[in-house]
């Protein structure tokens, strides 16, 4: 019967709605029961340590956390400059001929695997960095933040662009009559009308940033050691995410060593959580709005 | 210094700022392929590899991604394509949709590795599903779901409201006018959600790393419980753990996922606006 | 006078206020009901409670009370089909509003919706729906093109056959010319005439002129409340309240 079959569709839409839920809250779940262990297998000091030593049973995570906080704000402050500058590029000052080559180009950039980019990475970029700044290897954090702001800018330069945009008209046409030259304009008016785009572009970056996996690995040399010295930045350094990734493969299941992994697993899900949440809230989101009572 | 001074320098400063951002991309992308180019042959695409991988083909590496791509449209799309039509067509504005929503833009934020270890976790260990394009499916799967929510339900909302009150008023059910109506004319949106989902699946290293890829296989995997290689793997082993391997062959299969993945960007923005011309409204 | 439908003390309310206001209103059959006003007076809302259309708003709360009879029967109680009244009581709105689809497949779409596969009757109810709407002429040899080609006028004649080819008992009409050229307009208002033998027709006007050329009954309504209804020649030659005379007279728009 008609009304029956269309029942049956219209729940199995609902039961895919309310899949969203059903899917964090079990990944959370997963991470938990296969994370927690670490927890009790190992003391809190350990696990919070400064030397990551698998082999003789050193579990501190310490310079893995602080290695992802160094590249991922290296990251952040040059891609922020950049992706804002970008966009008000693109925004305000590009004619469209040139608009209509830059927006693929970008979209471009957001399409090149991580992997690729990790290698060329690797292969062309390290050994630049090495020869220019004169350090004895190439494979540094500044090198990893640099592949990292690139593979940021995209998603940050959406965010702005849309800041942009949705600053009204009002407000440009206002500080125009008044007699602001365009640049004026855009300093004075529209970016800090912009400034919660601005806010969300860097959450969104951030967290882009903390989450990237291959590109960190294959370049930023992979030593666990804590950033203590001013010039850290040059040198090898390891996140927590080339960690999961590079040892994983090679952990007995169950063994603590493996628990733990999946502990640094649930910080990372946790810490990208909260950056979204909060980055959502910045932005007032109810979903996209249907217009008008019946005929929007 | 005079106004217009400043804003010549200020507009300066943007374009070298722009020009520093679009023009490595465009070097990128020109450099791998004049470095790879050179390895790149039928041979290259057609065979298998040997001689530890130094020699021969790639074959294998890109018939496994072909196949896990479309292990992930299986499991990514009904969900997301449903997902997509629950929020468009029939939820209202409760503190249930918009958990939801947050639950979408969690997944959307999760790192591929997270996703790659819950896939290890779940599908390979607990679900004893072992490596395979089975677990690597799902894993991609999941990761890909937010995505296509996204973009799908966007192609939705695109149609005007006033279309559906219409159907409505002819004494067409909710579910006839989403079928009728509304998804016939979303489809191209959705389409390019999916395939820019779908690219970025292909892509991905961290999800398939514990889940399903191996490093050398004699043959194609001949069931979804079976191993494969891809592409993304086989260049990460090659170029990290292969002594003496020949950079060409290393930017030549770098060409070839990025050949693969771009020409799948193409696709999608062909579509997108192809239907941005034809759209009747 | 047979009444079609009776409706008795509706109040609808929105969340930021009242439209209708304790309505109480006969609608007979066969003939051409207008219900004229000046704008947000509560007309399309009335029109909507007689198809049950106000059901589909989502993003507000709505109150409704009162009682809405078509035939006799309360359209509102529970287990009414709401699918199978609206098609007996079509509706065509302000914007003419096609389908994205071709000519005959929006004429069908209802029928197409309600289970009807016969090609044959399909066709013929094509040709007579666009007949009755004064279309068929202008449209019979591009049937399967685009709806969206015909031109503002053409759309909104086949949206009054596509209502037509339900063969509903009523037909509600929300301001249905104000995007049209006079010829158009004149079109429409013919095909009213024609059609009110068939069906009973209610009809939100452009303007008060083209209520005082059409209607057979009036009701004026203002600000949610009906004040006043009767035949057309009395109410828009000798109105008995002053708000109507003002309303008629052009003191308020």
């Given at each position: 019967?008609?009304?029956?079959?269309?029942?049956?569709?219209?729940?199995?839409?609902?039961?895919?709605?309310?899949?969203?839920?059903?899917?964090?809250?079990?990944?959370?779940?997963?991470?938990?029961?296969?994370?927690?262990?670490?927890?009790?297998?190992?003391?809190?000091?350990?696990?919070?340590?400064?030397?990551?030593?698998?082999?003789?049973?050193?579990?501190?995570?310490?310079?893995?956390?602080?290695?992802?906080?160094?590249?991922?704000?290296?990251?952040?402050?040059?891609?922020?400059?950049?992706?804002?500058?970008?966009?008000?590029?693109?925004?305000?000052?590009?004619?469209?001929?040139?608009?209509?080559?830059?927006?693929?180009?970008?979209?471009?950039?957001?399409?090149?695997?991580?992997?690729?980019?990790?290698?060329?990475?690797?292969?062309?970029?390290?050994?630049?960095?090495?020869?220019?700044?004169?350090?004895?290897?190439?494979?540094?954090?500044?090198?990893?933040?640099?592949?990292?702001?690139?593979?940021?800018?995209?998603?940050?330069?959406?965010?702005?662009?849309?800041?942009?945009?949705?600053?009204?008209?009002?407000?440009?046409?206002?500080?125009?009559?008044?007699?602001?030259?365009?640049?004026?304009?855009?300093?004075?008016?529209?970016?800090?009308?912009?400034?919660?785009?601005?806010?969300?572009?860097?959450?969104?970056?951030?967290?882009?940033?903390?989450?990237?996996?291959?590109?960190?690995?294959?370049?930023?040399?992979?030593?666990?050691?804590?950033?203590?010295?001013?010039?850290?930045?040059?040198?090898?350094?390891?996140?927590?995410?080339?960690?999961?990734?590079?040892?994983?493969?090679?952990?007995?299941?169950?063994?603590?060593?493996?628990?733990?992994?999946?502990?640094?697993?649930?910080?990372?899900?946790?810490?990208?959580?909260?950056?979204?949440?909060?980055?959502?809230?910045?932005?007032?989101?109810?979903?996209?709005?249907?217009?008008?009572?019946?005929?929007? | 210094?005079?106004?217009?001074?400043?804003?010549?320098?200020?507009?300066?400063?943007?374009?070298?700022?722009?020009?520093?951002?679009?023009?490595?991309?465009?070097?990128?992308?020109?450099?791998?392929?004049?470095?790879?180019?050179?390895?790149?042959?039928?041979?290259?695409?057609?065979?298998?590899?040997?001689?530890?991988?130094?020699?021969?083909?790639?074959?294998?590496?890109?018939?496994?991604?072909?196949?896990?791509?479309?292990?992930?449209?299986?499991?990514?799309?009904?969900?997301?394509?449903?997902?997509?039509?629950?929020?468009?067509?029939?939820?209202?504005?409760?503190?249930?949709?918009?958990?939801?929503?947050?639950?979408?833009?969690?997944?959307?934020?999760?790192?591929?590795?997270?996703?790659?270890?819950?896939?290890?976790?779940?599908?390979?260990?607990?679900?004893?599903?072992?490596?395979?394009?089975?677990?690597?499916?799902?894993?991609?799967?999941?990761?890909?779901?937010?995505?296509?929510?996204?973009?799908?339900?966007?192609?939705?909302?695109?149609?005007?409201?006033?279309?559906?009150?219409?159907?409505?008023?002819?004494?067409?059910?909710?579910?006839?006018?989403?079928?009728?109506?509304?998804?016939?004319?979303?489809?191209?949106?959705?389409?390019?959600?999916?395939?820019?989902?779908?690219?970025?699946?292909?892509?991905?290293?961290?999800?398939?790393?514990?889940?399903?890829?191996?490093?050398?296989?004699?043959?194609?995997?001949?069931?979804?419980?079976?191993?494969?290689?891809?592409?993304?793997?086989?260049?990460?082993?090659?170029?990290?753990?292969?002594?003496?391997?020949?950079?060409?062959?290393?930017?030549?299969?770098?060409?070839?996922?990025?050949?693969?993945?771009?020409?799948?960007?193409?696709?999608?923005?062909?579509?997108?606006?192809?239907?941005?011309?034809?759209?009747?409204? | 006078?047979?009444?079609?439908?009776?409706?008795?003390?509706?109040?609808?309310?929105?969340?930021?206020?009242?439209?209708?206001?304790?309505?109480?209103?006969?609608?007979?059959?066969?003939?051409?009901?207008?219900?004229?006003?000046?704008?947000?007076?509560?007309?399309?809302?009335?029109?909507?409670?007689?198809?049950?259309?106000?059901?589909?708003?989502?993003?507000?709360?709505?109150?409704?009370?009162?009682?809405?009879?078509?035939?006799?029967?309360?359209?509102?109680?529970?287990?009414?089909?709401?699918?199978?009244?609206?098609?007996?009581?079509?509706?065509?709105?302000?914007?003419?509003?096609?389908?994205?689809l071709?000519?005959r497949e929006n004429v069908v779409y209802g029928l197409r919706m309600?289970?009807e596969?016969?090609?044959?009757r399909l066709n013929?109810l094509v040709?007579?729906s666009?007949?009755?709407?004064?279309?068929?002429?202008?449209?019979?040899?591009?049937?399967?093109?685009?709806?969206?080609?015909?031109?503002?006028?053409?759309?909104?004649?086949?949206?009054?056959?596509r209502?037509?080819a339900l063969?509903?008992?009523?037909?509600?009409?929300?301001?249905?010319?104000?995007?049209?050229?006079?010829?158009?307009?004149?079109?429409?208002?013919?095909?009213?005439?024609?059609?009110?033998?068939?069906?009973?027709?209610?009809?939100?006007?452009?303007?008060?002129?083209?209520?005082?050329?059409?209607?057979?009954?009036?009701?004026?309504?203002?600000?949610?409340?009906?004040?006043?209804?009767?035949?057309?020649?009395?109410?828009?030659?000798?109105?008995?309240?002053?708000?109507?005379?003002?309303?008629?007279?052009?003191?308020?728009?």
């Amino acid at each position: 019967m008609k009304q029956r079959r269309e029942f049956l569709i219209e729940t199995l839409i609902r039961l895919a709605g309310f899949s969203a839920i059903f899917f964090v809250a079990l990944i959370f779940l997963f991470l938990l029961r296969e994370g927690a262990p670490a927890f009790w297998e190992t003391s809190l000091g350990n696990l919070f340590g400064q030397r990551w030593y698998p082999n003789e049973d050193l579990f501190g995570t310490l310079p893995l956390i602080l290695g992802s906080l160094l590249v991922t704000a290296g990251a952040v402050v040059m891609a922020l400059p950049l992706g804002l500058a970008t966009a008000v590029f693109i925004r305000e000052l590009a004619p469209n001929w040139l608009r209509e080559i830059l927006k693929p180009l970008i979209e471009v950039l957001a399409g090149i695997p991580s992997v690729v980019l990790g290698f060329l990475g690797m292969v062309a970029i390290a050994p630049l960095v090495r020869e220019t700044l004169n350090v004895p290897t190439g494979l540094t954090a500044f090198t990893g933040s640099l592949m990292l702001a690139y593979m940021a800018l995209p998603t940050m330069i959406s965010v702005a662009e849309d800041a942009i945009d949705a600053v009204p008209k009002d407000y440009r046409d206002g500080a125009l009559a008044l007699g602001a030259t365009h640049w004026q304009t855009i300093w004075r008016v529209v970016l800090p009308a912009g400034r919660s785009g601005v806010i969300i572009a860097v959450m969104l970056g951030i967290g882009r940033a903390i989450g990237e996996t291959m590109a960190v690995m294959m370049v930023t040399g992979n030593a666990a050691r804590i950033p203590r010295e001013w010039y850290a930045l040059f040198l090898p350094v390891r996140t927590m995410t080339a960690t999961i990734a590079a040892e994983m493969g090679e952990v007995a299941q169950g063994s603590t060593h493996y628990h733990v992994l999946f502990a640094v697993g649930i910080l990372l899900f946790v810490v990208t959580f909260l950056i979204n949440a909060i980055a959502s809230l910045v932005v007032i989101r109810g979903g996209p709005r249907r217009g008008g009572r019946l005929m929007g | 210094m005079s106004r217009q001074a400043s804003e010549k320098i200020a507009f300066a400063i943007l374009t070298i700022l722009a020009v520093v951002v679009v023009v490595p991309i465009v070097l990128v992308v020109v450099y791998i392929v004049v470095q790879g180019i050179g390895a790149v042959n039928w041979e290259f695409l057609t065979a298998f590899p040997r001689n530890g991988m130094k020699e021969g083909g790639i074959l294998p590496a890109i018939i496994g991604t072909v196949v896990l791509t479309f292990g992930t449209a299986i499991v990514s799309i009904p969900i997301a394509v449903g997902a997509a039509i629950y929020l468009a067509e029939y939820a209202r504005d409760t503190w249930l949709t918009r958990s939801i929503r947050l639950a979408i833009i969690n997944l959307a934020g999760i790192p591929s590795v997270v996703y790659g270890l819950f896939g290890l976790g779940l599908f390979v260990l607990f679900m004893g599903l072992g490596t395979s394009i089975v677990a690597g499916s799902l894993t991609l799967g999941l990761m890909t779901l937010p995505v296509v929510i996204s973009t799908a339900e966007e192609a939705l909302l695109a149609v005007p409201q006033r279309i559906r009150v219409v159907s409505r008023s002819l004494g067409a059910t909710r579910w006839q006018t989403v079928r009728q109506v509304v998804l016939p004319n979303a489809l191209p949106g959705i389409l390019t959600g999916v395939i820019l989902g779908l690219e970025r699946a292909a892509g991905e290293t961290a999800p398939i790393l514990f889940t399903v890829a191996a490093f050398y296989l004699p043959q194609l995997p001949r069931s979804p419980l079976d191993q494969t290689m891809a592409l993304p793997y086989h260049l990460y082993v090659i170029s990290t753990q292969v002594p003496g391997m020949p950079l060409e062959v290393q930017y030549g299969t770098a060409l070839v996922l990025l050949v693969m993945v771009l020409s799948m960007n193409l696709v999608a923005t062909i579509i997108r606006s192809r239907f941005r011309r034809r759209r009747q409204w | 006078m047979v009444a079609k439908f009776s409706i008795r003390h509706l109040t609808f309310r929105y969340s930021d206020g009242v439209a209708l206001r304790d309505v109480t209103l006969e609608i007979p059959a066969n003939e051409i009901t207008v219900v004229f006003g000046p704008s947000h007076a509560g007309k399309s809302t009335l029109l909507r409670s007689l198809n049950r259309l106000n059901d589909l708003i989502e993003n507000e709360a709505t109150e409704m009370s009162g009682l809405v009879l078509l035939d006799g029967k309360d359209i509102y109680r529970p287990g009414v089909d709401v699918t199978e009244l609206r098609r007996r009581v079509g509706m065509v709105f302000a914007l003419p509003i096609p389908l994205p689809l071709t000519i005959r497949e929006n004429v069908v779409y209802g029928l197409r919706m309600r289970g009807e596969r016969r090609q044959a009757r399909l066709n013929e109810l094509v040709e007579r729906s666009l007949r009755q709407a004064a279309l068929w002429d202008e449209v019979e040899d591009r049937l399967d093109e685009p709806a969206m080609r015909l031109s503002g006028g053409q759309q909104q004649r086949l949206c009054l056959a596509r209502t037509l080819a339900l063969e509903p008992d009523v037909i509600l009409l929300d301001n249905p010319t104000s995007g049209l050229d006079p010829l158009s307009t004149a079109k429409v208002e013919a095909s009213l005439q024609e059609l009110k033998a068939d069906y009973t027709i209610v009809l939100v006007p452009h303007s008060v002129q083209q209520a005082a050329r059409v209607a057979d009954l009036a009701a004026f309504l203002l600000g949610g409340d009906l004040v006043e209804v009767g035949p057309s020649e009395q109410i828009f030659t000798r109105p008995q309240e002053p708000r109507t005379e003002d309303y008629i007279t052009g003191r308020f728009g």
